[in-house]
């Protein structure tokens, strides 16, 4: 009777853990586009994840903190389409969309962002904004939320302080929503009461693995996806360090070049402008 008692309480106790365990519905349906060098090498599948289309990106650098690059549109105007915006890097095999950005109407301020809102529009979202180097932002008492580029590839930053960021030497930075890290330390950091996470919409998630490769989960518009959906998919198949949602809806951008062509040609994209894009090259000759 006490054995029973026993495994009784045991299963009370695991019945809610196995309840809100996810199985992703996951199956790949083309191998896609492959690029090999001795210095980069990516894939991109072709699949279908809970009844949506998707690409999953699998991508391997030699010298990631130098084959990462940033590009971006005019600071404070001219935002421009990701694939226009990718040709300012013609060496770039790949590239994605990158940071949210403010406009006059969406998103908001973030109430603790100082000045007014007209000084942030047209430029990214988060307190610290990097580009080729240069500090363009540093909003001194505002956590941080977003990626950086530094000497050994990226990393995530989940509400940091600017000065903790800018003492690192980023070279560059992406940034979206405060909620956006995912995976962080290779458990879920995702908010499932969030109404942005739980929205089906088109995504661009990357994701670092404990070899210091990484995967671009792109998550078309046919039906779209929650985040909660693509946390769950990425911890399954990939177990990454750590997962950042970047700006994704009708600004996300697929855009790759095949080995040995010169043109970037759009895998998948809405054509909407953005404000900037990751792009990752071969390393170059020094």
């Known amino acids: 009777m006490r054995r029973a008692l026993i495994l009784l309480t045991v299963l009370i106790v695991l019945l809610p853990a196995a309840a809100s365990a996810v199985t992703p519905d996951y199956r790949k349906t083309d191998t896609g586009t492959v690029y090999e060098s001795e210095t980069l090498r990516y894939s991109i599948e072709v699949g279908n994840l809970n009844g949506t289309k998707v690409y999953v990106t699998r991508i391997w650098m030699l010298d990631p903190g130098r084959q990462i690059r940033k ?54 979202l988060g307190s610290v904004t990097v580009t080729d180097g240069e500090v363009l932002r540093c909003l001194d008492g505002v956590p941080y939320y977003g990626l950086t580029l530094e000497a050994d590839g990226l990393h995530l930053y989940n509400g940091a302080d600017p000065a903790e960021v800018l003492a690192r030497d980023p070279i560059q930075t992406w940034s979206f929503y405060e909620r956006c890290p995912l995976i962080v330390d290779g458990v879920s950091a995702l908010d499932r009461e969030w109404d942005f996470a739980l929205r089906k919409a088109a995504r661009t998630v990357i994701a670092r693995l404990p070899d210091d490769s990484y995967v671009i989960l792109t998550v078309t518009s046919v039906h779209g996806l929650p985040l909660t959906d693509c946390t769950d998919f990425l911890l399954a198949e990939f177990h990454p360090v750590w997962a950042y949602n970047l700006d994704g809806g009708p600004s996300t951008g697929l855009i790759r070049r095949k080995h040995g062509k010169r043109v970037q040609k759009l895998v998948y994209g809405s054509k909407q402008k953005v404000f900037d894009i990751m792009a990752f090259t071969e390393l170059a000759d020094e």
């Open 71 to 124: 590009a971006t549109a005019g600071w404070k105007h001219h935002l421009a389409k990701a694939e226009d915006i990718a040709k300012k890097i013609p060496e770039a095999a790949l590239a994605v969309n990158g940071s949210g950005y403010v406009s006059p109407l969406y998103p908001d301020i973030p109430e603790d962002y100082p000045g007014e809102s007209a000084d942030y529009y047209f430029t990214p």
